[in-house]
């Protein structure tokens, strides 16, 4: 995962601070989740 964040430009912050968002309009903010998906490959194993 370390490899991926320094990859893509989305190193984790150690020192982040919180703040209340304002309510946006539908589609003009997104998220992304960096989650896997495993699949069964030719033998059976989910991989």
Do not use: S
């Not at 912050?13 to 989650?35: H, M, S, W």
Request: zero cysteines; aromatic letters at 8%; a positive charge.
């Amino acid at each position: 995962m370390n490899k991926l964040r320094k990859d893509t430009g989305f190193e984790r912050l150690r020192n982040t601070k919180t703040a209340i968002r304002d309510n946006t309009i539908p589609g003009e903010e997104a998220q992304v989740d960096f989650d896997q998906y495993k699949i069964k490959d030719m033998y059976g194993k989910r991989r």
